[in-house]
């Protein structure tokens, strides 16, 4: 039987393990915490289906000048840590060009279709469904001419990848939504996604799914990661365990496990925060409130606001300031009650600078594999992209091309 070790355990990692088991691989996977207690704890908690462009960055003067005067919520930077962010940023504005996000996109989105079905399955085996709503989220809009222009954005999606939306003006909106200010332009219902109660609890079962199939979980430091004599081998809490495969899904922190062989991966590194607010209104689904940069979600803790994208140092102490305007803003739309936690939670999401997955061999170390990079949606595309790494390890044929996402492009 041929073995791996994934070392990670969000959803990424988790879901590679799972569909490698599938495969008849046996599996050991590797982190320092519990799954699901990193990245994939501290998202919206959205399974976006229609989410079938990646996100460029902005080109147009005047929305750059906004950010950089800090005009916008959605994007903050710490000045400080900016010359760490300006080669892979410079890099991120070049591939946002029109034709090559195009080409990207087309990448992007043969990804996307997988989301959905591959979380089905993983949902249905790991009996999971009671933290799972089938009835998409909602983006709201504060600016008529914003609206209108999400509406085209929205048509646009529609004719070329079938993504399905209804479009809701004031009155519908404050139908839906009677708990939410009943004054807005409106919002766009999409149809398709689905929308998680607990993020972090999904990628634990998920978890538990993996080891009653047999998965080993253990902790261990994949710092420690070394080629040996049987391929590779980590330190772990149970002593040294050896596979002749490795899986890199650390998310942000695997650039910094490459350089250790060689490797130099760019990757944009944007903090997000997070916090949870009970005694107040709830809402029917997600709401992301486009102006303003955030996202309100009904969870089991309570309505979940996260925040847009803080540049800053890995290492940075918390400066939560679009929490704060996000809960300012919140709170002129629906009574949000009081804040859950005593601190905002706050993690770091690995975005590529040409907005695609690093996904496949590593081009000089036999049994070196990677799965990292999936910027906003680690949490929907893990299980297709678990996917993808399984037919690629066992040499057969795969569902989709994988050489978009090749290490090598960089």
């Given at each position: 039987m041929k073995s791996a070790i994934i070392l990670g355990g969000g959803m990424v990692g988790v879901s590679a393990a799972l569909h490698l088991q599938r495969n008849g691989w046996s599996?050991?996977?590797v982190d320092r915490r519990e799954p699901g207690q990193e990245t994939s704890y501290g998202n919206a908690g959205i399974v976006q289906s229609e989410?079938?462009?990646p996100y460029p960055m902005p080109r147009d003067i005047g929305t750059l000048l906004r950010i950089a005067?800090?005009?916008t919520n959605d994007v903050r930077y710490r000045l400080a840590s900016l010359s760490q962010h300006v080669e892979p940023l410079l890099r991120y504005w070049w591939h946002s060009a029109p034709q090559r996000h195009r080409e990207a996109t087309a990448a992007w989105a043969r990804l996307i279709a997988y989301a959905t079905p591959e979380h089905d399955v993983l949902i249905r085996e790991a009996h999971a469904d009671n933290l799972v709503r089938r009835a998409g989220y909602r983006l709201m809009h504060r600016d008529p001419t914003a609206f209108a222009q999400a509406i085209k954005a929205a048509e646009e999606n529609q004719r070329d990848y079938g993504v399905q939306f209804r479009v809701l003006d004031g009155s519908e909106l404050a139908k839906?939504?009677?708990?939410?200010?009943?004054?807005?332009?409106?919002a766009i219902h999409w149809l398709d996604p689905w929308t998680v109660s607990d993020p972090g609890g999904?990628?634990?079962?998920y978890a538990r799914l993996f080891q009653r199939l047999g998965g080993r979980l253990l902790r261990g430091d994949a710092q420690t990661l070394r080629a040996s004599q049987s391929g590779w081998s980590v330190d772990t809490d149970d002593g040294p365990i050896d596979a002749e495969a490795a899986v890199v899904s650390l998310?942000?922190?695997?650039?910094?496990l490459l350089q250790k062989f060689g490797y130099r991966v760019p990757l944009v590194r944007k903090r997000g925060y997070h916090m949870h607010y009970q005694g107040g209104s709830s809402l029917d689904l997600p709401l992301v409130d486009t102006a303003l940069g955030y996202a309100m979600a009904p969870m089991a803790k309570?309505?979940?606001?996260?925040?847009?994208?803080?540049?800053?140092?890995?290492d940075a102490p918390a400066t939560p300031i679009q929490l704060g305007r996000a809960e300012a803003a919140a709170k002129t739309l629906l009574d949000l009650g009081t804040r859950v936690e005593p601190e905002p939670w706050f993690g770091t999401r690995p975005c590529m600078p040409d907005m695609l997955p690093v996904l496949g061999p590593a081009p000089r170390h036999r049994g070196l594999w990677l799965n990292f990079g999936h910027g906003h949606q680690g949490f929907t595309l893990g299980p297709a992209?678990?996917?993808l790494l399984a037919e690629m390890m066992n040499g057969g044929a795969t569902s989709i091309d994988p050489g978009p996402y090749r290490v090598d492009r960089f």
């Open positions: 599996v050991t996977l989410a079938v462009r005067m800090g005009r839906a939504e009677p708990l939410l200010r009943d004054d807005l332009p409106g999904l990628v634990a079962a998310g942000p922190w695997s650039p910094e309570g309505v979940r606001i996260t925040t847009g994208a803080e540049l800053t140092s890995p992209t678990g996917r």
